[in-house]
């Protein structure tokens, strides 16, 4: 390794400009990295404001990551702010929330006053499988079928999923003569849905299903979601026929019911645990899932509480994404590493 390490520095002495670049390193930070006294050993990644390396203490020889961005950026003043925030207050967390959030060394800017080096603890890229599973829109995530199972195969966390479509369906919410379903209409409704999906029981079609199988590009993605998908039609036409003066429900509502049933799938299923879209700038203080969906995932159990911790303290997770969360090598905890673009929205105390 050391041989490597002498190899490489050997490389960047020699000005091979065109081969750096192809590798991912901008040669201003390899200037300024120098300038501060530090030894860039490898590029690491790219953020949306700068570009992170591997640097080493000349001295020390501690090994570290550098987030190095420009002073001229437009989102300097809130990485200094937010990351200086860290450097005095993260020993001041509660155990179980500080150990969710990287530690920050020291902010350094070089002598030119050109870029600013936020200097960190060096983490581990998190499993990918886990990272699919735990956040919803991301654009580096994908489906996964296996966080489906993980929550069908949970009584309670199906429970959730069934009375949060209920409860976003636009019909049964905006009928005409009818201001909703009571909370008596919702929790039977409910229990008879979970009643079915759970029974061994083929669903039996309805006229609803018919309307469904019209809408366009679908795909049942596991024979579970086919079952449920059913089982919440059936309840669902039940309750508009039941509320209807009309005889017969209108295509159309059945369709537009239909349409609402599948968003509201899509998102409480395959796209949900931590809604945060890639420089959105809110988070739930729930942080999106439910309890019980939530229990199903205890490997992410630290990640909520911390987002939910901020939130309740008056910062709003923006840029939360895939890419900002990372896993401690030695604990395999999951990290959020980037917090550069948090919004505070008062002091927290």
């Known amino acids: ?39 860039l050993n490898r590029y690491l990644g790219e953020g949306k404001h700068g570009k992170v390396y591997e640097v080493e203490d000349k001295k020390t020889g501690q090994r570290m990551a550098a987030k190095v961005i420009s002073t001229l950026n437009s989102q300097i003043y809130n990485e200094t702010k937010n990351y200086n925030w860290i450097i005095k207050n993260r020993d001041k967390l509660p155990d179980d929330i500080k150990q969710h959030l990287v530690e920050v060394y020291e902010l350094i800017e070089t002598p030119d006053r050109k870029y600013l080096l936020i200097l960190m603890e060096q983490l581990e890229p998190a499993r990918r499988d886990v990272i699919d599973q735990i956040f919803a829109h991301d654009k580096e995530s994908k489906y996964s079928e296996e966080k489906e199972d993980r929550i069908f195969r949970d009584s309670e966390a199906t429970y959730e999923i069934i009375n949060k479509v209920l409860k976003a369906n636009n019909m049964l919410r905006n009928m005409r003569n009818y201001r909703g379903l009571s909370n008596t209409d919702r929790t039977r409704a409910a229990n008879s849905i979970l009643g079915v999906f759970l029974s061994d029981q083929e669903v039996p079609e309805s006229s609803i299903e018919q309307v469904y199988t019209m809408l366009e590009n679908y795909e049942i993605s596991t024979p ?126």
Do not use: C
């Open 224 to 349: 579970q979601w086919q079952r449920l998908f059913n089982a919440i039609l059936n309840e669902t036409e039940k309750l508009l026929h039941s509320k209807d003066k009309d005889p017969q429900v209108d295509r159309a509502i059945l369709w537009a019911a239909a349409t609402s049933i599948d968003d509201a799938l899509q998102y409480n299923v395959s796209k949900q645990i931590i809604p945060v879209k890639y420089g959105a700038g809110y988070v739930d203080p729930q942080a999106g899932a439910g309890p019980e969906i939530a229990a199903v995932f205890p490997e992410i159990e630290g990640i909520l509480k911390t987002i939910k911790y901020f939130a309740e303290h008056g910062w709003r997770a923006r840029d939360l994404h895939a890419g900002n969360v990372m896993t401690r090598s030695d604990t395999n905890q999951l990290v959020i590493v980037d917090v550069g673009l948090f919004v505070v929205e008062r002091d927290f105390r």
């Open 1 to 39: 390794m050391k041989l490597l390490l002498e190899n490489w520095r050997e490389f960047l002495k020699e000005g091979a400009v065109a081969t750096a670049m192809s590798l991912g390193i901008d040669i201003a930070h390899v200037k300024a990295i120098e300038e501060t006294g530090l030894i």
